[in-house]
Every structure is written in C-alpha cells, then in structure tokens.
C-alpha cells in the first residue's frame, strides 16, 4: 500500500473513532427495574401537559407538545400497580464517559516554573485599569490572587509569534477572567471523587462580553465508568458559572484573545 | 509528502493558541434553588386534601428536604409567582433569574379516575434554561409524601450526581417512663419524622436495631423471655424469628451489604467473640477467637473487609479483618478509645464513636486508618449510622440532662438537623432507599 493510501486509511479510521465516540455519549443506560414497597409508587412518563380529569380549555399560552412523549391518556390508562410487575423505572440519561476516558490521561500540564517576566515598552494595554477592574468585583469572594508572573511563561507560549500583546496583559486578562467567573462557580465538593475531578469548557463571547454560544465541553478527568452522574453534574456546576456571570467585562483592544479561549474548572485546592 | 503535512496539521492544530484559564477556586455557598407550589389543571378533593393544597405541601416537602441537606438554600417563593399548568412545562425563566434562583423545581397535582394522584416533578437550570429532568409518579392519595420524596430524590441526584436519601426510613428506639424503668419500643419512620409508628408493644426491653440493606427485614437484640439475644423482624408481614441457638448473649447484630449474611457478637465467660450467621441456611461461622471483647462488626460495601472494635490491645479500639477474620489490623489511634465502627455505603469513610475527655463525639476516618475527623462536639453523641448515599450520617444526643433525640450531620460538618420523634429516642437506623 503506498503511503498516500495508508495514510488516507488512518485519517478515516480517525474519524470513525471520532464518530463513534461521539454516538456513544448519547447512549442511554440499561432501565433500571424497580421494585414494590408496601406503600405503592409508580413511576410514569410524564407529558408536557400534566394530565387532568377534565380537559383542560384551550388557552394560547398552552406549551407545545414533544412529538416523541406519548399523549397523557397512555398513562391514564395505567393500571394499578403489581407485586409482581417490573415498574417502567426512570431512564437515567448520562453521558458515557469513553471520551472522558480517553481523554483522563491527559492531565493538564503543570504550571511552568517561575520566572520574572521582563518589563516591556510594547504593553498595548492598561495593566494599571485592569487591576482596579480586578479589584472591584465582588470583594467578598474568596479568589486566591495569583501571581501573574508564575502564568507569563505560559502564556507566552500561547501568544502567536509577533504577537503586539505583552505576556503581562495577557497574564492581566487571565487574572480578570479568573476573578469573574470564580464567584459564581459552587463545585460540588461533597462528591467522593471532586478530588480527581476537572473539566475543561470553551467560551465564546461576543464583543460586550455576552455568551455567544453556550459553553462546549472540551474534556475531563477524573470521570470512571462508576462516577457518571457526578461527573455529568461536576461540568453543569462550571457551564453554569459561565453563564450566571456573563456579560464579562473585558479589554475591548484584546478581544481577539478572548473571543474563544478554554477554562480549566479545578477544585483541589478547595478540598 | 501533502497528505502527511495534512494530517500532522489535523492532530497538531487545536493544541496551540487557545487560552486557557484555569480556575482553581469557588464558593460554597448553597445554590438557590425555587420551589413554587406545585400547580393543578383543576382543584379536586382526594382523601389527603384539595389537589391545591397537596401541591402546596409536596413543594414544601421538596424545599424541606433540599434545603435540609445544607447543599440549597430555598427562594423565598413570595419573590415570583407560583405557576400555572401551562408555565410548568414552559417556565418563566427571566422571572426567577431576578428572583436568584440557579434551579426551579415545578410540577403538577392530578387526581385520575382510579383514585391515584399523578405528581408531575420538572427541574430547570434557570440559566441554561434547559430542561434537566422530569418523571411522573402515581401514588395512593395516602402515599402522597412518597411522590414528594421521589421528586426531592430526582432533583438532588440531578444537581449534585450522588444519589439521593429521602425516600428512605428510621428505625429506633423509643423511650419513656423514668430512668429505673424505662419503656423501650422499636419505632419506624420516615426520615422526616413522618409516618411514625411502633413495631414493638414495649413489653420487652430491645437494643440496637438495624436495618436489611435490600429488604424490609429487621435485625434487633431483645430480652423477650429473659433471653437477651438477636432477632429478625420482617416489617411487611410482622413475622419474627430468634437467630441461632446460643447458651449465652447475642448482640450488636448487622447485616451484609447483599442482605443474605448477619454479624453479630457472642458472648462467651466474659468475653465475646464475631460470628457470621447465613440466613438461608442458618448456619453460623466463627469469625474471631480472641481473650477479648469483640463486637459492633460491620461489612464494607463489597463484602470483603469487616470493622469491628475490640479491647484485645488493652482499650477499645477499631480494628479492620478480612471477611473471613484474618488478617485483623487495628486503624484507630489517638487520645481515648473509639467505637461502633460502621463503613460508608459509600465505601469511603468508616463512621464512629470517639470516646475521649469525657465526651462521646461522631467521627469518620478513612478505612486505613488516616483522616480521622470529629463531625460533632457535644456532650454524648453516639451511634452513628449512614444515609445510603452515604452522605449523612445519623446518630443520637443526650443531654446532660439526661434527655435523648435522633440528630443527622452531613459529611461538610454543616448540615446539623433534630429529627422530631414524639417520645425521646436512641439508637437509629437509616434504612435503604425504597423502591
């Protein structure tokens, strides 16, 4: 095989896998089968339109109906539960964790050792309004000031070449994403698996600092087969940060570097 | 040579340029989180009451249960509307962003043709305004509490990925009469106190019920017929059964975490000793053979490990064997002795009673021994037993007044709550979560 077809091969072979993954995340779990307790429960689908004894008037803030869910009479018609009959459990919807799997390897890189950045006259942006922006938001939350100098290195890296941003704006606007969303972002540290636990999102804004497109999941460690719901849970708790503290409010001259970026949701330290 | 720059571009490209943030701090604050009451399409009277007022009283029972946890914080529902049918599957959302809430729980109250109540339970992210969960149950008018459970259930499994604990029974003893003649009667009830009643006339004294993991089955040590030994008790049918046939005391019984095995202790000229009995076959199996006292055994979650305290060191301490009894290790240390060791369904922690100073505390340590955490700092706080998600850990107080209550505390410390019992009460048992 010449090495223009293998290669043709293994990119295909790529997105299958690709494609794959991604079917599986929207795999339900088996049906859980429930039993009966001495005081009788039924579980039942329920539709858009709780059902009534009478049919309810025609009203025009009536919700529309999902086309998939079976009409109310499907559960009128139930009959009383048996002793002996397997009770329509709850589906339990969770996300297969495969690609988190995959991906629990890849542990987020340690932060490079520290260093100094240099003073430099390019800074194309305030530092010194950044940092009275900083201060401002909301006072009584507990965010750890961080050094900006331990994330230059970093950052640097990130910056393409012939950047006209300083590694110190870029460590600034880093400092004030941070102290905007870690207000708002109640992890859920009770969970015995949090000490494991972090999820990466995409942001996209807009140019007045709204959310653009809702936040994407990027990845995750420290979801197991045993912990999906929880993990599930741990990156709702994030998206939701997101989204309750939006409009960011951010430098407009970089808003090249912050109409997409990722956040790293880490609670260890916390725990 | 093109394909292979393409592909090395294809994995190579999205590694660079993108910032990344990292956000390594939060709050703890508890989420807000609205409950209106629960709407209906037409007010009907049922034997519990109007469908109004059950949907009032179920959205109490859900707030209750919810804020009780310590994890929520309940909006005042004054600050928003309760919803009509229409608004349940299709919420105002702005409407409760300016009240606060992260979450609303809504729902509906139906009383069908048959009799049963349907209660329609929905849980919405507020910000997202996804739809996060629904189900429906159909209940007896007179099992309406148990759709208000489930609903609680379903939400807090939602938000915070464990399991939840409500829909869940205590057992206990219930106390009264003076102290040289106290009445002691095994009593049942929800886990909000609900729905009490007692299992035994109080004729015989009866000590240390616990609860079948699977079924609804019993085990208790009682003195009925001057014969202190442990017995099963099926709560469904009423049946009771004496286990084994022992000359002297059997005590401290616990089941396995498959409901098939029971641990308990036997006592033998001053000294006791664990055995397990199978319950099919009733047949009973040494377990240790020690000069000392052996007893409170308790199986970890996969059946393999058992903890149990013992004085075989001198004082009472925890110890951790294998399920067979080798292999025994003790993993309490510290100032002043511990006991009644039970392991977290969870398989985490190991809960227990830190006797030191004089005061009885609850405590958790990790089954290695290390991370030893007192959870409660009163005078005499013993006997602890877990929520089956693991969570919760319930136990009882007495006053230095003598007076005895059922308390619960979450694992955070936070969450410190009295359970009501209409008589004083010790020794607590949190059941499985109902099917």
């Not at chain 1, 293994?10 to 307790?37: I, K, M, T």
């Not at chain 1, 590694?167 to 870690?182: D, F, H, K």
Request: hydrophobic letters at 40%; one cysteine or more; charged letters at 20%.
């Amino acid at each position: 095989m010449s090495e223009r077809g293998a290669l043709a091969v293994a990119a295909s072979l790529h997105l299958l896998l690709l494609g794959a993954l991604s079917f599986s995340l929207a795999q339900s779990l088996p049906e859980r089968q429930a039993e009966v307790d001495s005081t009788p429960i039924e579980f039942v689908e329920i539709g858009d339109e709780p059902t009534v004894t009478e049919p309810p008037k025609p009203s025009m803030q009536a919700a529309p109906r999902d086309p998939g869910l079976p009409p109310p009479s499907d559960f009128l018609a139930e009959a009383p539960p048996e002793v002996d009959k397997p009770l329509p459990a709850p589906v339990v919807r969770a996300d297969d964790t495969a690609v988190q799997d995959a991906i629990a390897e890849e542990v987020v890189a340690p932060p490079p050792p520290r260093r100094q950045p240099r003073e430099t006259k390019r800074d194309s942006f305030d530092a010194g309004a950044m940092a009275s922006l900083i201060d401002k938001s909301l006072p009584d939350a507990p965010v750890k000031p961080r050094d900006t100098s331990a994330f230059a290195k970093s950052i640097e890296a990130a910056l393409p070449k012939g950047a006209k941003v300083s590694p110190r704006a870029m460590a600034t606007l880093e400092q004030a994403i941070r102290s905007q969303i870690a207000p708002c972002w109640n992890p859920p540290i009770g969970g015995a698996d949090v000490q494991a636990m972090t999820a990466i999102l995409r942001i996209r804004l807009n140019r007045d600092g709204t959310v653009a497109v809702a936040p994407e999941f990027v990845s995750q460690t420290g979801a197991t087969p045993g912990n999906q719901a929880y993990a599930r849970a741990f990156v709702e708790t994030a998206r939701r940060a997101v989204l309750r503290c939006a409009p960011l409010t951010l430098p407009d001259d970089m808003f090249s570097y912050w109409r997409e970026f990722e956040l790293n949701f880490d609670p260890r330290l916390m725990t | 040579m093109i394909w292979r720059v393409f592909c090395a571009l294809l994995l190579a490209a999205p590694a660079a340029a993108t910032l990344r943030v990292d956000i390594t701090s939060g709050v703890e604050a508890p989420m807000p989180i609205a409950v209106p009451a629960f709407a209906t399409a037409a007010v009907m009277p049922t034997p519990a009451g109007t469908t109004a007022d059950l949907g009032r009283q179920v959205a109490t029972i859900i707030s209750g249960n919810l804020t009780g946890t310590g994890l929520f914080r309940a909006v005042d529902p004054a600050a928003f509307p309760a919803p009509a049918v229409a608004q349940v599957t299709a919420p105002a959302f702005l409407g409760m962003r300016t009240a606060a809430a992260q979450a609303l729980v809504t729902g509906s109250v139906t009383a069908n043709a048959d009799g049963t109540l349907t209660i329609g339970c929905y849980l919405y992210d507020v910000f997202s305004e996804e739809e996060l969960v629904r189900q429906g149950f159909t209940v007896t008018p007179a099992g309406w509490r148990r759709a208000a459970h489930k609903c609680s259930d379903l939400v807090y499994s939602r938000l915070t990925g464990e399991s939840g604990y409500f829909d869940s029974r205590i057992v206990y003893v219930a106390e009264s009469g003076p102290r040289t003649k106290r009445v002691k009667r095994l009593a049942i009830m929800d886990q909000d106190g609900a729905n009490h009643r007692f299992l035994t006339s109080g004729q015989s004294l009866v000590l240390m019920p616990r609860f079948s993991p699977v079924d609804e089955t019993i085990t208790y040590m009682s003195f009925a017929g001057d014969r202190p030994r442990v017995w099963l008790y099926n709560i469904g049918t009423g049946r009771q059964e004496a286990v084994g046939n022992f000359d002297t005391m059997s005590f401290a019984a616990r089941f396995s975490p498959d409901g098939r095995t029971l641990l308990f202790s036997v006592t033998r000229s001053g000294n006791a000793d664990i055995f397990a009995y199978d319950i099919a076959s009733r047949r009973t199996t040494r377990l240790t053979n020690s000069n000392a006292i052996d007893t409170s055994p308790s199986f970890s979650p996969d059946g393999r490990k058992i903890v149990f305290e013992s004085d075989r060191g001198g004082s009472q301490q925890l110890y951790v064997m294998n399920a067979d009894g080798s292999g025994a290790q003790r993993i309490s240390f510290g100032s002043g002795r511990a006991a009644s060791p039970v392991w977290s369904p969870r398989g985490d922690l190991i809960a227990f009673t830190r006797m030191d100073g004089g005061k009885f505390r609850i405590a958790v340590v990790r089954p290695d021994g290390s991370g030893e955490r007192l959870l409660t700092d009163s005078w005499q706080d013993e006997g602890p037993s877990w929520s089956p998600n693991g969570r919760v850990i319930l136990f009882s107080r007495t006053e230095r007044a003598g007076r005895s209550t059922l308390r619960s505390i979450d694992l955070t410390g936070r969450s410190d709550r009295r359970i009501p019992t209409p008589l004083e009460a010790s020794d607590p048992a949190w059941g499985p979560l109902l099917r």
